[in-house]
């Protein structure tokens, strides 16, 4: 299995599966929201996305962002394998 830095775990009584879908990624996930009836009859909720950069000294900056705003920030060590919260 790849390794990712990110990994999505997402749940839903809508799944087959009790542990529904997930998927990895590396850089950033960006998703949309909808809500409605159906596909046709939907409009834009809102938008979110998670983002890593990596920083000068080999941390990791890992921002969760809703409509632009970043709602949680917090920085991963590889050293001493801590994530620390910064808002």
Request: hydrophobic residues 30%; contains cysteine.
């Amino acid at each position: 299995m790849r390794q990712y830095k990110m990994w999505n775990v997402v749940k839903s009584p809508d799944y087959a599966t009790l542990y529904g879908k997930s998927f990895g990624a590396n850089d950033y996930t960006t998703t949309t929201v909808n809500v409605g009836t159906s596909s046709k009859n939907s409009f834009k909720f809102l938008d979110h996305s998670l983002e890593r950069e990596t920083n000068e000294d080999g941390t990791m900056t890992f921002k969760f962002i809703v409509d632009g705003e970043c709602i949680k920030e917090s920085i991963y060590d590889p050293k001493t394998k801590e994530l620390r919260k910064v808002n």
